[in-house]
């Protein structure tokens, strides 16, 4: 009976066995597609420093066909490759490394990505390389590392390729309630900036267009995000997003193959939190304080031993206190415990240092009037600064100020105008400061095309009538006075008397002026009238009618067009002008006379300014002068002038000016009552219409010159 029984057990152990190597077969099995779809994996990191660069090598099981894609941040410094169908056989998730300017190494292991982290001992560039199974990243110094302008994030740089583009531009609200502004690329190797200023969030795709239907603004604010609004434009070369969030959030940004994504989360505040003036809110763990007359040492021992702190109280601090606090957070009740007995803290580390308010004052004015004395005593260092951009003597003015002194007293500036350098004298502290200002100050700036047209139009009319009416009678009897019968206007012509050839009678003579109503029209800028007379005689030829009629019309249109253009700087004011200096004679102090000149020209004045929108601010004057008529004192001048200041986007055109002028004038010259009468009174009247229409427009074409035209 044992015997079977036993038989029996091992039969079911074996069974057993067999089940349990069937299972993991079939766990294996199934384990191993997961473990094929792993193509690649990571083996080993390490770093050399040569020089200033840090290279870092990582070796891969097989040859990476594609660098990965990487991105990094400047604050805290780090850089990230993301390794596609990879897994991690270092190891280790986290590896220190002692050479170079990578403090450690993480790896994330997440599904078939591989995400490595390089912590940086400072903001770097990098280049990937490959060389067989190793994938090699150089980590560099960045100019102007860690100014205001350095992005935030700086994702791949663009591969050189041409130009490329973005496809469509979209926003979705995340399960959360982060807002997602989806970017479909053109291509991978689309370069990436994006960086924060102020409240908006900043990305730049490098040499990249933005389709005109992208070129809008989006309104999501009814989306429920932090995001309100994501404008889209072309700045110079590069495609630009803005987005606006409002709260408090915070962004982070991602690229998967052609697909790039910011997201915008919100920043949920904690309940417990209280806060306090512009200082943050408690956020430590609650805890529970109840004593009656305790001893302010030992208290604070309770709390150290709470918090796990290293707690340092000075000698001068004593006293007791009766508390009773109930699921406080710990650094709110460290506050209250410090403000009742007159203490102050200052933490270092997870080290906090206790000590009475005066005390710790007064020993930080100790600690900063010995700096202050060291550097009365450190030794001077001299460092040259080469200028590519800025003036060496513009420079000097910005180190040297007196109102804002960038140097300490001891430090001294010198500049060398012929090489544009400076040489700058001072402790070590202020050099690194001046370097950090030139590095900010020492850029390129780019440059404006302004293009302005000046359009003056006139059309100018002028019309003229006028008569000549005269009578006159000849052939008067012998011994009749002469001219008394005469009708005329010009009484001299009554005595001028002149012997009428082959006139009928005795003693007949003729009158030279026999208009009574003499109203000619006048001319015209030099040009005389015509003229159309007509006489009505008797047939003894003793009585004469005249009539003469005359008459012009002038008709002027003209039209001029100036165009002037300038090239200058951003914010650097550009003068442009032509035209003619008229002499004058002016009197001077002693009496005598001095020739002195009068400009009459086209002048345009500019000074523009261009906005991080690529929009382009002008303060311009422009003046269009000519020569005007002719007075005793010499030639006038016709001014015309426009000064001001207006907002353009970057190609556009404006009107800033226009001047629109219209003369009218009838003027009726008539012989009293005679000249009113119809029909009959147009020969005892003359009349001049003068219709004069002056137009001034004056356009601007501002364009913000790139590299690449100013190549061309």
Known sequence: MTTTMRNAGSAARATARAAVAALLACIAALAAPAALAQANSIESVTSVQQGSTTYLRIGMKNPPTTAPAGFSVTNPPRIAFDFVNTDNRVGKNSLELPQGDVRSVAIVQSGERARLVLNLKRPLGYNTSIEGNTLTVALEPVAA?????????????????????LRDLDFRRGKDGEGRVVVDLSDPGVGVDIRQQGQTIVVDFLNANLPENLRRRLDVGD???PVTAVRAFQQGDNARLVIEPHGEWEHNAYQSDTQFVVEVKPVRPDPTRLARGMQPGYRGEKLSLNFQSIDIRALLQVIADFTNLNIVTSDSVSGNLTLRLKDVPWDQALDIILQSKGLDMRKNGNVVMVAPRDEIAAKEKLDLESRAQISEIEPLRTETFQLNYQKAEALHKLLANDKQRVLSKRGSVVVDERTNKVFVQDTVLRLEEVRKIIAQVDVPVRQVLIEARIVEADDRFSRNLGVRLGFNRVGFPAGSVAGRGTISGNLQGVHDLT???????????????????????????????????????????????????????ADQRGKVVSSPRVLTADQGKAIIEQGTELPYQQATSSGATSIQFRKANLKLEVTPQITPEGNVILAVEVNRD????????GFAIDTRRVQTQVLVENGGTVVIGGIYEQFERDNV?????????????????????????????VFLTPRVVTDTAMAR
């Open 145 to 165: 590392a860690g100014t205001a302008a350095s992005p935030a994030y700086s994702f791949a740089g663009a591969d050189g390729k041409g130009t490329h583009s």
């Open 223 to 225: 989306f429920g995000t």
């Open 499 to 553: 012997p009428l050839p082959g006139a009928v009678g005795t003693g007949t003579t003729a009158l030279a002026n026999t208009n009574f109503v003499n109203l000619p029209a006048t001319n015209i800028s030099g040009v005389n009238p015509s003229t159309f007379a007509i006489s009505l005689f008797n047939s003894s030829l003793t009585r004469f009618l005249n009539l003469e009629l005359s008459a012009l019309e």
């Open 626 to 633: 000519a020569v005007g008529q002719l007075t005793p004192a």
């Open 669 to 697: 010259n008539k012989v009293p009552l005679l000249g009113d009468l119809p029909i009959v009174g147009a020969a005892f009247r003359n009349s001049s219409r003068t219709n004069n229409r002056t137009e001034l427009l």
